[in-house]
């Protein structure tokens, strides 16, 4: 191509475009509709009594490569329980100044303690609204379940309420794989989803 065509060509790209119809987003009266697996806001969850899932393990504070997160565990007591380990999460803070929102920290979770939401509106007004403290990623309380501090009620050692939610896992995991159409591989990746780690019983958020 001779080089005086070359703006020509450049321009095509502009001449192109100028005449296709403009689409308006109409946010925020009308919100966009996420994916299913989209890493939004984090939730820390419950088990289905209140008692907290996070350990205090500090393991997501570590997977972070933003530096993002701030833990301090702390030791239950028979007078004062918050989760049914051995220790909670006294401190978790997640400044979403540093988060990249990647998910490595719920990968890392031992206890699937941690999730994300499908929420984006996370803009604020000051850095400090930014960094979001345990009560504000911490689960609702739904009906059934207790604010702790409190006693196990669901068993009498940790290992109780783990096994419990194994059990829950694999009965999700068979309805949804009986709902599964062979007849194409789509489906069957479609079906599969709600077996993602993040959208099981206890308090917890799909992402």
């Known amino acids: 191509m001779p080089d005086f065509l070359d703006p020509i ?10 005449f ?3 689409v308006t987003e109409q946010y925020p009266e009308q919100r966009h509709t996420v994916a299913p697996r989209f890493h939004g806001r984090h939730q820390l969850n419950r088990h289905p009594d209140g008692l907290e899932k996070c350990i205090g393990c500090e393991l997501c504070a ?3 490569p933003a530096d993002a997160i701030y833990v ?3 030791t239950n007591t ?3 329980r918050y989760s049914p380990g051995e220790r909670y999460g006294r401190v978790y803070q997640i400044n979403y100044l540093r988060c990249i929102l990647c998910g490595l920290c719920i990968e890392a979770c031992p206890t699937r303690a941690l999730t994300m939401t499908n929420e984006y509106e ?3 007004v000051s850095r400090e609204s930014l960094i979001y403290e345990k009560q504000d990623l911490l689960a609702p309380i739904l009906p059934g379940m207790e604010e702790p501090p409190h006693p196990m009620r669901l068993g009498d050692t ?3 309420y783990y096994l419990r939610s194994g059990s829950g896992l694999r009965s999700t995991a068979a309805a949804s794989s009986s709902n599964v159409d062979h007849g194409g591989v789509g489906q069957q990746r479609a079906d599969s989803a709600p077996l993602r780690h993040d959208q099981q019983s206890g308090g917890e958020t799909a992402s």
């Open 122 to 124: 996370l803009a604020d």
């Open 158 to 160: 940790e290992r109780d």
């Open 78 to 80: 028979d007078e004062e």
């Open 20 to 22: 296709r119809k403009v």
């Open 62 to 64: 570590w997977a972070c």
């Open 72 to 74: 301090e565990g702390e």
């Open 9 to 18: 060509a450049g321009f095509g790209v502009t001449f192109r475009t100028m």
